[in-house]
């Protein structure tokens, strides 16, 4: 070996050592993955991820219940009679306990699909 590949090879050899022993490495390492971290966990916000973050059982009884209480308001109007009230609450009812079973059935089957 020439002297000038010997001394480049010394060289690089100190330079592998000093960096090993570097004890910023570690913390350097640490800053860039909370650096990352960080800047996934302020993304913007999206009101289509929000609504997908809620269970379809929440969903399904809370559309349920705005038909429900539709009804409610709408057939006294209809249906000038002193039951129209019972029955649009019980319409209501009917209404919220299908959109559970129905966002239940909806939850079960991303369930289902995670699992396969």
């Not at 050899?13 to 860039?32: A, G, I, T």
């Not at 609450?89 to 699909?113: M, S």
């Amino acid at each position: 070996m020439s002297p000038s590949q010997e001394e480049e090879r010394l060289r690089r050899l100190r330079e592998r050592q000093l960096s090993d022993r570097d004890p910023l490495v570690k913390q350097r390492r640490h800053q860039r993955t909370s650096a990352v971290r960080t800047r996934k966990a302020i993304r913007s916000f999206s009101f289509g991820e929000s609504l997908s973050a809620i269970p379809h059982i929440w969903k399904g009884a809370f559309i349920g219940l705005i038909l429900g209480l539709a009804v409610v308001f709408i057939l006294p109007l209809v249906w000038a009679s002193p039951y129209a009230l019972l029955i649009g609450i019980l319409a209501a009812a009917i209404c919220t306990i299908f959109g559970v079973i129905t966002g239940n059935a909806l939850d079960l089957r991303d369930d289902i699909k995670k699992d396969m």
